[in-house]
């Protein structure tokens, strides 16, 4: 059993050090730190195109502590599979000469994972690989100039929906869930010790693990740098964003997102909307049919949960 020391020590730890040139209030930020206190130093991370391609900064003066590798947009699950046969192969010595095991890991933005890396991704989970994949969710191409994904919520402008995106979500969670990997979870940058502990459970899980994380990004979604925890954290109040995990095919509610089964217990989804610019153009119409997205995706989950108890 961890003791309350270690735990503690282990939180404090920080392995994405300060000075990285993330803008301030960088969801992306908080998520990769919580997420690498939990998997520790023994972990080779590969970020495909993205925010944190950049903000990681230029060597000598990088942010991370660990091995990172930047790659080609559509490889990162590829990358990770590589990796994690050469350590299979070779096994690993640390420096401190304990042996053990390395995490492979992808980080990757929604851009880099729902839409471009997909293909990969899929094949990785079919063969189920050995390797951790984290979709850090901006819902759109933030690097570049803020670009819809398939992950931008409908009605959401950006620069290449003005009117807002007519397209739902695509829930990937989902379709990694269809693939039958020991491990699917949802996370929010708002509850991160429910982060640090899914990241902790996956660590220890072997094959093909999925996370998917809302990080919020100030100036893509509109909203002021202080405010990115409570942005992520109305996100999950509102039954937006539903916290979950799939262990073996076994979905739970997390602590955050159970109450809220009852629909009465979520805030209105507009208390979530209401402050982000790119929001702006919302209309009533479009407001209620967002809303009855996602009370029908609450609805799902509720019968998935009613099914599970009749195995
Ligand atoms: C094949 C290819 N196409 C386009 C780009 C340009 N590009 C670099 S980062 C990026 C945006 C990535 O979006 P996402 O994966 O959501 O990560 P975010 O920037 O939001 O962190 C794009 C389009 C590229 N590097 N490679
Ligand atoms: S654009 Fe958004 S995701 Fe990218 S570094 Fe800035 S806050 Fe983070
Ligand atoms: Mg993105």
């Not at 053990?100 to 079919?126: C, H, N, P, R, Y």
């Not at 899914?198 to 998917?212: E, L, N, P, T, V």
Request: hydrophobic fraction near 40%.
């Amino acid at each position: 059993m961890v003791s309350i020391k270690s735990a503690l020590e282990e939180l404090n730890e920080e392995y994405f050090l300060p000075g990285n040139s993330c803008c301030a209030g960088c969801g992306l930020e908080i998520a990769l730190r919580w997420a690498m206190k939990a998997l520790g130093p023994n972990t080779s991370l590969v970020a495909p195109a993205s925010c944190l391609n950049v903000v990681v900064g230029l060597w000598p003066k990088t942010a991370p502590s660990f091995p990172f590798i930047n790659m080609a947009f559509a490889a990162g699950a590829a990358a990770a599979t590589g990796l994690d046969a050469a350590f299979k192969a070779k096994g690993y010595k640390f420096p401190k000469g304990n042996w053990d095991k390395m995490t492979a890991l992808v980080f990757a933005g929604d851009g880099g994972t729902t839409d471009i890396g997909i293909q990969g991704l899929s094949g990785a989970a079919e063969r189920n690989t050995d390797i951790i994949y984290v979709c850090y969710d901006n819902e759109a191409y933030m690097n570049t100039g803020i670009q819809r994904s398939s992950s931008t919520p409908h009605s959401a402008i950006t620069t290449t929906t003005p009117f807002g995106k007519e397209r739902y979500k695509k829930d990937v969670p989902r379709i990694m869930e269809a693939h039958d990997i020991p491990y699917v979870a949802t996370c929010s940058i708002s509850e991160p010790l429910d982060l640090y502990e899914k990241f902790k459970k996956a660590k220890d899980i072997k094959g093909c693990r999925y996370i998917q994380i809302l990080a919020p990004c100030p100036p893509g979604w509109g909203f002021p740098a202080e405010d990115t925890v409570e942005m992520a954290r109305l996100a999950v109040k509102s039954g937006f964003w539903i916290l979950y995990e799939v262990e073996n095919g076994k979905k739970t509610l997390s602590k955050a997102s159970k109450r809220l089964l009852d629909p009465e217990k979520r805030i209105p989804l507009m208390d979530y909307i209401q402050n982000q610019k790119r929001f702006s153009k919302i209309s009533e119409k479009a407001l209620v049919e967002l809303q009855n997205r996602i009370d029908k995706q609450w609805k799902l989950i509720e019968a998935e949960l009613k099914c599970q108890e009749g195995f």
